[in-house]
């Protein structure tokens, strides 16, 4: 079992940049180092979108082609969180941002996830 809290959404302007959060932590007898996290995101109307993906203890990282110039996914070991670095932000961000947890790699979609935040909100107004 493995606990995810994002945080860090907001409202922002197009161009902008913005630093999304997610603490972890996890059942007795595991750490979140035994996962593979990522973030999606899903607009109204829409599903629910793979973006980025670290393997906690491999360091490896894979993202997906819409934002890969322009989201950076990482690890903060220390706090036990892994954030996710938006810049240049565009209209089209806007969406519920989550962090998930998995045991799959690599990770193609969201049924590869085992484990979800609630969300954080990010609306990029042009």
């Known amino acids: 079992q493995v606990q995810l809290v994002e945080s860090g959404g907001g409202l922002v302007q197009s161009g902008d940049s913005l630093r999304l959060s997610c603490a972890t932590s996890?059942?007795?007898?595991?750490?979140?180092?035994?996962?593979?996290l990522g973030w999606f995101r899903q607009a109204p109307g829409r599903e629910r979108e793979f973006l980025a993906t670290?393997?906690?203890?491999?360091?490896?990282?894979a993202y997906a082609d819409s934002v890969k110039d322009r989201f950076t996914i990482g690890r903060d070991n220390a706090k036990n969180t892994v954030f996710l670095q938006m810049n240049n932000l565009k209209p089209e961000d806007t969406a519920v941002y989550y962090c998930a947890a998995g045991r799959d790699w690599p990770v193609t979609g969201p049924y590869d996830m085992d484990y979800w935040g609630k969300g954080t909100l990010v609306t990029v107004s042009s």
């Open positions: 996890a059942a007795s007898g595991r750490t979140s180092r035994d996962y593979v």
């Open positions: 670290i393997r906690w203890g491999g360091s490896s990282t």
